[in-house]
Nanobody, 124 residues
Framework: QVQLVESGGGLVQPGGSLRLSCVAS????????LAWFRQAPGKEREFVAA?????VYAASVKGRFTASRDNVKSTLYLQMNSLKPEDTAVYYC????????????????????WGQGTQVIVSS
């Protein structure tokens, strides 16, 4: 069983930056496919980024967000720059024990392991 714990959320002004972390336990972290999703109030869970065979980003965050991983620390990161009010959401990390077809990375149902989420609020 893979357990994921996110941290790093908070309140930030528009144009600011935050770095989210997701620490994993269980399984072989270096073999995991990893992803970030977010969910705003009243909206469906939305794909943000994935580290699969190659990094993949949603169009809405490309060029502003960067996902990375530290296999020694079993940690996934999401560096978020130039934040906008529409980035406000609960951010979740997700993992699976093997890689998937890249075209499926944005589908929440293919990710069996989820963290509890961390809140990001972008507001002045």
């Amino acid at each position: 069983q893979v357990q994921l714990v996110e941290s790093g959320g908070g309140l930030v002004q528009p144009g600011g930056s935050l770095r989210l972390s997701c620490v994993a336990s269980g399984g072989t972290f270096s073999a995991f496919a990893l992803a970030w999703f977010r969910q705003a109030p009243g909206k469906e869970r939305e794909f943000v980024a994935a580290l699969n065979y190659n990094p993949v980003y949603a169009a809405s965050v490309k060029g502003r967000f960067t996902a990375s991983r530290d296999n020694v620390k079993s940690t996934l990161y999401l560096q978020m720059n130039s934040l906008k009010p529409e980035d406000t959401a609960v951010y979740y990390c997700a993992a699976r024990l093997n890689r998937i077809v890249s075209s499926m990375a944005g589908t929440p149902s293919v990710w069996p392991n989820w963290g509890q989420g961390t809140q990001v609020i972008v507001s002045s």
